[in-house]
């Protein structure tokens, strides 16, 4: 896949969950997540509120709950609904999925639920000029669930697997790339 890299990510909830299920689980791969807090460090990536409220509702001890709450630094998620910039575009991603034809109502309901982070992923994105990093991808025909690459694309914003993420900032040992 070909991108141009911005400075700047927004982590969806997909990447910590399917990390810690399958690719990069705590117990050999710890080296996946040291990269994401040196990559944050490096002011690269983040995510938001909304995300981690979704991994938050994990049993007590899920490996990825615990990692939110003692090692990512507490500027890791930003705001969203709370914060007054991101509304705007908020309220345009709402009213384009309440109009939109394409989805089907169930569709359009679950993205449009307020404890849903995807609609927020885009809205911050939008607002600040992030790129969405998620394991989804975009399929134009799906009509049941809306794809965070395809409802990203409508208002310009880019995503991209976590995978490429990694293949730009990453050495093969996830340590950090030297980054002019």
């Not at 995300?51 to 899920?62: F, Q």
Request: net charge neutral; proline share 3%.
């Amino acid at each position: 896949m070909n991108f141009i890299p911005k400075s700047q990510y927004l982590i969806d909830a997909n990447v910590f969950i399917q990390a810690k299920n399958f690719h990069y689980r705590f117990e050999f791969c710890q080296s996946f997540w040291d990269w994401i807090i040196q990559a944050h460090h490096a002011n690269i990536v983040f995510s938001i509120d909304k995300v981690k409220k979704e991994l938050k509702k994990g049993k007590i001890e899920d490996l990825v709950r615990i990692w939110i709450n003692d090692k990512l630094p507490n500027d890791f998620f930003l705001p969203d609904i709370k914060d007054n910039s991101v509304i705007p575009s908020y309220i345009e991603i709402m009213q384009w999925i309440n109009s939109d034809t394409h989805y089907t109502p169930q569709a359009k309901k679950e993205f449009a639920r307020e404890d849903v982070a995807d609609a927020f992923l885009i809205a911050v994105a939008r607002t600040y000029g992030y790129t969405i990093v998620t394991h989804e991808k975009g399929n134009t025909e799906a009509k049941k669930r809306v794809l965070i690459p395809d409802a990203a694309k409508v208002f310009k914003v880019e995503s991209i697997m976590i995978y490429d993420l990694l293949s730009q900032y990453a050495e093969n040992n996830f340590s950090l790339k030297n980054i002019k």
